[in-house]
């Protein structure tokens, strides 16, 4: 599976990057399973994604809970509670 | 009518009004976001997400125009870097009567602050800084809760 992941506001300045192209294994089948595999091997990602109640996210442009299944995803977005208006 | 609007253009306030009022509507509600100018801010930039943003802003007014029975619903919201005193959002509601022009309008921009995708940083002297989701704002958009 091949993922696009899009990061916003501190948590793409804490990662580094605003986009990046992901294969992870079948076994990551939801968003925290995501987060949590990105985080294992990069101290960077870690780091951003250190505080799980600070974040949100997006799979294929809907908002979903962390906990909502990848399913057949083929973006998923991180970021922080929204601040607009 | 529906209008939904993403862009780093100024917002014209005048401009904004006469398309919403350009209806028919016997009622139309306002509602103007502007950078402050009270907290030594000089410079507000909203980051969005390109897409998901303008789908979010149109669900939203979708959902107003069915529970108001509204002739038209207009939400601009600008991006990128802005200055204290320029308009950050303007909502605009049409309706036949008062009552659901006004609801609808608080309805827009209490639910635009929780569920659209932008986000605010600060910028003061050398420091900046991103802004933090408020609590009153959740309980806000709770009250809408159909």
């Known amino acids: 599976m091949t993922i696009e992941l899009l990061y916003f506001a501190w948590v793409r300045e804490r990662v580094g990057k605003a986009s990046e192209t992901v294969s992870p294994p079948a076994e990551v089948t939801t968003v925290a399973e995501l987060i949590d595999w990105l985080a294992r091997d990069s101290a960077v990602h870690a780091d951003a994604f250190v505080d799980r109640a600070r974040l949100r996210a997006a799979v294929d442009q809907t908002f979903v809970p962390l906990d909502a299944p990848l399913g057949n995803a083929r973006e998923v977005a991180i970021f922080p509670p929204v601040t607009g208006g | 009518m529906i209008a939904v609007t993403v862009s780093p253009d100024v917002i014209d306030a005048g401009v904004e009004f006469a398309a919403i009022s350009a209806s028919g509507a016997g009622g139309v509600a306002t509602f103007v976001g502007l950078v402050r100018s009270d907290d030594n801010v000089a410079t507000l930039s909203l ?3 390109p897409g998901a943003t303008e789908a979010a802003l149109q669900a939203l007014a979708e959902q107003a125009v ?7 619903a207009r939400i601009t919201h600008r991006v990128e870097d802005m200055h204290p005193g320029d308009i950050v959002v303007f909502v605009g509601t049409a309706a036949r009567h008062r009552g659901a022009a006004l609801e609808a309008c608080a309805f ?4 635009l602050k929780t569920e659209a995708p932008f986000w605010k940083k600060e910028t003061r002297g050398e420091q900046t800084s991103w802004v933090e989701p408020r609590g009153s704002d959740d309980a806000a958009a709770a009250r809408w809760k159909a």
């Open chain 2, 47 to 49: 980051e969005h997400y």
């Open chain 2, 66 to 72: 069915t529970r108001w029975n509204l002739i038209g």
């Open chain 2, 108 to 111: 827009l921009i209490d639910r």
